[in-house]
């Protein structure tokens, strides 16, 4: 397709690996053409990320209402995209965030409670941004089924949204809280309400070790 180094897409699973800046038109008019069928968008970083604008992510959020599986790691996302992610209420996994989109331009995370209308999102990663306590604490009220988290480097993270997250959602099996400096002891111990947890990764957080 002319000069989209990988491009596949059919009307539930669009799937985009390397484009050119003048490329993005091109996904525009795809997202319109099958944006109320589609149920998996994956970005991949390692061709999109510095090509997509935070613009887009406005226009994925709002035309693709039925996504149920958004991978979009590295990849700018605009403060009113992450609001207007709670309606998507069909979400199922969310991935965004990682160290190369933090540095540029960190993610104003404090719309992601936006996500308590997405009942049935049970994978949530969203590693190297801000999220907070409110944030998460509010989330994981209405995501009561999240089984897999990956806070990986949530400088504003503490105990407070980590003890909410596990109170909230008793069958959590994978929880990553790597480099979350904030993060107490308690934040550990709460896990143990979790009775399913299998994996918690809690390396490099200062607190836990000096306590």
Request: hydrophobic share 40%.
């Amino acid at each position: 397709r002319g000069d989209v180094e990988e491009f596949h897409f059919d009307p539930l699973n669009l799937e985009i690996r390397a484009w050119k800046a003048k490329d993005v038109k091109l996904l525009n008019a795809a997202l319109s053409s099958i944006s109320s069928t589609l149920r998996v968008l994956d970005l991949d970083p390692r061709g999109c990320n510095a090509v997509l604008s935070a613009a887009v992510s406005s226009t994925i959020v709002s035309q693709c209402t039925r996504l149920q599986t958004l991978r979009a790691k590295e990849i700018p996302f605009a403060a009113e995209a992450i609001t207007a992610l709670g309606t998507l209420t069909e979400l199922r996994e969310l991935c965004l965030g990682g160290i190369a989109v933090n540095i540029r331009a960190p993610l104003a995370m404090s719309g992601l409670s936006s996500l308590k209308n997405c009942p049935e999102l049970h994978t949530l990663q969203v590693d190297h941004t801000d999220i907070g306590d409110e944030a998460l604490s509010e989330l994981a009220q209405g995501c009561t089924r999240l089984t897999n988290v990956d806070l990986t480097s949530s400088k504003d993270l503490t105990e407070k949204g980590t003890s909410a997250l596990a109170r909230a959602n008793l069958s959590l099996t994978r929880l990553v809280l790597l480099n979350c400096q904030q993060v107490g002891p308690s934040g550990v111990r709460d896990l143990s309400c979790c009775t399913q947890l299998r994996e918690v990764t809690y390396a490099m957080c200062l607190r836990l070790r000096s306590a």
